[in-house]
């Protein structure tokens, strides 16, 4: 895309009269963004910025974030009223394609994705390679990356319908991808997907059903499901996104990508933190011993952190963690669950968190993370696929930006630059002589 500076930013070199002049370039939301990549040909200098706090790596219409204000836009529309009123195969058409659909066009996009939720027999053989105890993240980064095997006919990234039926492909397939490697950890038959079902309860289905008897998806946690799904489906540039457009800028094919995306979404400071909130609360395992273990989040040298809080962008409550608040409680009094422990610790924790001197000074609130994987439990989704879930969501996210990045034809390879801190040069030494 052809972006249009409205002004500059003079950048001069202390001591001396070098300096250069930095186009200012406006985004539709946000601030201002100061274009450096003819720095290095007029300076002769770089930019630091380990983390990218403070660097835009490219332009994207998909998604916008205001930290500050937590408000979390996809396409210009609110979280919160995707959340509320749409589904998630329609945030998905909007995510790929930047409308909304009409009518036809959702039935369309419907169809064309659940058509592709089965995968290739052979890809079965895959899973026996596991170990029936190996962490489901590890099994479907694996799985994934293993699809440019079998899809030949898709892998053209520079045909927009290959672009197009990988995109299918990846959004259907995941889901049972994902629904099989936690088969496989129980020891149950694969439960193969059924497109009559919407995108959510098909997951549930696969999950939860075995061949010897029928299975019927409580309605209200597909929808419960179909909105976790919603609230995760895109995040503008975090680090696993980051790293399939880093991934992708090589020319690499889609289903390599995703799969670098799920590796990168594995860690706990970003998806795995779902699977942290839990192991947490369970370990702190009562309200009166909140104390101690703010104590030690508060410690510099404990390296303890309160799961499921803080935020590189949000500075302000993540909108997301609202609404899944919301729908923990939903989902506790469908499954008539009236006191759960778990909540109560995790609502006590939040409290006293967001009262302490500490948090409050950091700006540290909760972000997703938080209340998902209680909901998770208590729809008896295991903890070890927290994060697959959220890799299931975000398939959409990753491959919307993947697209966005393939199309752009500004776009070039990534490749960061540093400073180089290390020996300078020096000559070889024999061993004899060291
Ligand atoms: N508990 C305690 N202290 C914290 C926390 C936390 N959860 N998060 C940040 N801090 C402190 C941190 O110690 C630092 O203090 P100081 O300035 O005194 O050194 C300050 O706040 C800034 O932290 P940072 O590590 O520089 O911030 P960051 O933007 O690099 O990290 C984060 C963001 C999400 C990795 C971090 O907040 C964190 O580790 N949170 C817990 C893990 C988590 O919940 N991750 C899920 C993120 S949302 C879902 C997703 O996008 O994947």
């Not at 995109?167 to 088969?183: D, G, Q, S």
């Not at 959510?200 to 008897?213: C, I, S, T, W």
């Not at 995790?346 to 000074?361: G, K, N």
């Not at 997703?368 to 998770?376: A, C, K, R």
Request: charged letters at 25%; aromatic letters at 10%.
């Amino acid at each position: 895309m052809t972006l249009k500076p409205t002004g500059s930013v003079t950048i001069s070199i202390d001591g001396t009269d070098r300096s250069a002049k930095a186009p200012l370039i406006p985004g539709t939301l946000g601030p201002d963004v100061a274009d450096i990549r003819k720095l290095y040909g007029d300076l002769g200098i770089f930019t630091f910025d380990p983390g990218y706090g403070g660097t835009a790596a490219c332009d994207s219409k998909i998604t916008y974030i205001d930290g500050d204000n937590g408000i979390l836009l996809h396409r210009g529309y609110p979280i919160d009223q995707l959340a509320e009123k749409s589904s998630f195969l329609e945030v998905c058409h909007l995510l790929l394609n930047g409308e909304l659909p009409n009518a036809a066009e959702k039935e369309a996009f419907e169809k064309g994705v659940l058509r592709h939720t089965m995968v290739h027999e052979q890809l079965r053989s895959f899973y026996n390679g596991f170990r029936r105890d190996a962490h489901p993240m590890a099994v479907i980064c694996g799985v994934v990356g293993a699809l440019s095997a079998f899809y030949h006919d898709s892998l053209d990234i520079n045909d927009p319908d290959h672009r197009r039926i990988s995109a299918f492909r990846l959004i259907a397939k995941v889901p049972t991808i994902a629904a099989w490697a936690y088969k496989y950890s129980i020891g149950q038959p694969f439960v193969y997907p059924r497109n009559d079902l919407g995108y959510a309860e098909n997951f549930l289905y696969m999950m939860n059903a075995v061949p010897a008897e029928e299975y019927k998806v409580n309605p209200v946690l597909a929808k419960a499901m179909d909105r976790i799904l919603i609230l995760h489906a895109d995040h503008e540039q975090n680090a696993s996104t980051s790293t399939v457009r880093l991934a992708g800028s090589t020319g690499a094919n889609p289903f390599a990508c995703i799969a670098a995306g799920i590796a990168s979404l594995w860690g706990p400071a970003h998806g795995g933190a779902n699977e942290a909130v839990l192991k947490m609360l369970a370990e702190i395992g009562h309200k009166d011993n909140i104390p101690d273990f703010i104590a030690k989040v508060k410690d510099k040298n404990s390296n303890v952190r309160l799961m499921g809080f803080g935020h590189r962008v949000y500075k302000n409550y993540d909108p997301r963690a609202k609404i899944m608040e919301r729908t923990c409680h939903e989902v506790l009094t469908e499954l008539g669950i009236k006191d759960d422990p778990m909540l109560d610790l995790a609502m006590e924790l939040e409290r006293i968190a967001l009262s302490d001197e500490y948090f409050i000074s950091k700006k540290l609130y909760p972000n997703v993370d938080f209340y998902s994987g209680i909901i998770l439990k208590a729809m008896g989704i295991p903890v070890s696929m927290f994060t697959v879930l959220f890799a299931v969501a975000r398939t959409v996210g990753w491959v919307s930006q993947w697209k966005e990045m393939v199309e752009d034809p500004a776009q070039r390879i990534g490749r960061p630059r540093q400073i180089y801190t290390g020996a300078p040069q020096r000559d070889y030494v024999p061993v004899e002589k060291r």
